[in-house]
């Protein structure tokens, strides 16, 4: 398997901008979660999905966030319009069951100048 | 308020020496403790998951200890190596309805083991 994949690896863009960041889950995981880390804050938990259904989204910042998952191997992270505060790296794990061990893809590296 | 600390924020040891990292925690109802180990550039790696009734887990040179009553844990780690060198976050689990839960995450604790 090839694990959690994500892309792009790496994403500058200017204020204003809109921004979307892509997660294909492990195959036959049901549960797909979506972080933000920065020194500052640690890694926080933005939103979760069960079965396509998100289930917690309190994380998520604020209304220029937005997330989806159309289908169980996809989902996106949306950012517009995107400020310079939301520079971060953001990942995506996939899990078994929402209690399980989650597994994290490589991250996506975003700049906002 | 639900809240987990980690302590040391940073550690610098030699390698070959042993270490423990430490994690305090108010998160209730409590499901699970996992350790998560973090290589610069990385995504998060699971170390251990432990439940209630667990005081001990291993996994190879690492070994993470539960007291569910102090709500502290641990996680040693037995002959260091160069490549131990990373970030080990401690999260801690919470029940919040049927089969939802809530994450709280620690800092992190900064590991760097020098030659």
């Known amino acids: 398997d090839a694990g959690v994949i994500q892309s792009p690896r790496h994403e500058v863009t200017e204020m204003g901008q809109e921004v979307t960041l892509r997660c294909k889950p492990i195959s036959g995981h049901n549960s797909l979660f979506w972080y933000r880390q920065t020194m500052m804050r640690g890694l926080e938990l933005l939103i979760y999905f069960n079965n396509n259904v998100p289930i917690d989204d309190s994380g998520m910042p604020e209304d220029r966030f937005s997330a989806k998952m159309p289908n169980a191997s996809f989902s996106t992270l949306k950012i517009q319009p995107s400020e310079p505060r939301d520079s971060a790296v953001y990942f995506c794990?996939?899990?078994?069951?929402?209690?399980?061990?989650?597994?994290f893809g490589p991250g996506t590296r975003l700049t906002v100048l | 308020k639900n809240q987990v600390e980690q302590s040391p924020q940073s550690l610098i040891i030699l390698e070959g020496k042993n270490c423990t990292l430490q994690?305090?925690?108010?998160?209730?109802?409590?499901?699970?403790l996992r350790w998560y180990k973090q290589d610069t550039g990385r995504g998060p790696v699971s170390l251990t998951i432990?439940?209630?009734?667990?005081n001990t887990k291993s996994n190879g040179r690492y070994t993470a200890t539960l007291d569910a009553d102090t709500k502290q844990s641990s996680l040693h780690i037995t002959a260091s190596q160069l490549s131990d060198s990373a970030s080990y976050i401690c999260?801690?689990?919470?029940?919040?309805?049927?089969?939802?839960?809530?994450?709280?995450f620690g800092k992190g604790t900064l590991l760097t083991v020098n030659p």
């Open positions: 999260v801690v689990s919470a029940v919040s309805g049927g089969s939802n839960y809530k994450l709280t």
């Open positions: 794990a996939s899990s078994w069951t929402g209690v399980g061990e989650q597994f």
């Open positions: 432990m439940t209630f009734s667990e």
């Open positions: 994690c305090n925690y108010t998160v209730s109802p409590f499901s699970n």
